[in-house]
């Protein structure tokens, strides 16, 4: 997976709930933007619920809610491959999840810098 990827996320039942573009990792969670499609307004109101309890520091409920969000059995497809999310979180202005190992970011590769001198010039190779 890499930044710019975009997950589309359905729930158990595969009524598809909206996409979500990778824009960054943080302590293991993707970072990003949801876009919600039609299947989202049934679920609206628990991530909603889930928002207002983080924003306003209620947190006597919230695992309850998180229960609720897990409940809702969500999943990810990138292309054809089915990627299994873990605590989605949706607010207004953004959206994380976080995913299995073999799907979290992978980081580029660094390229060594091209040396015309040194050691490794193509002339004393």
């Known amino acids: 997976m890499k930044i710019g990827d975009i997950i ?4 158990k039942t595969g009524s598809v709930l909206g996409r979500f573009r990778v824009e960054e ?10 876009k919600p499609s039609d299947g989202f307004d049934a679920v609206r109101s ?15 409920y919230l695992d309850e809610t998180e229960e609720k969000i897990a409940a809702l059995g969500v999943r990810g497809h990138l292309g054809s491959t089915r990627i299994e999310i873990t ?4 607010y207004r202005d953004g959206a994380s999840l976080r995913v ?3 799907h979290r970011l992978k ?3 660094i390229q060594p810098p091209q040396t015309t001198t040194g050691s490794c010039a ?3 190779v």
């Open 8 to 11: 589309e996320l359905s729930d």
């Open 25 to 34: 990792e943080k302590s293991e969670a993707l970072c990003g933007v949801f």
């Open 46 to 60: 628990v991530f909603e619920e889930f928002a207002s309890m983080v924003e306003s520091q209620s947190f006597a």
């Open 87 to 90: 605590d989605l979180q949706i």
């Open 100 to 102: 299995a190992p073999e």
């Open 107 to 109: 980081p580029e590769p």
């Open 122 to 124: 193509p002339d004393r």
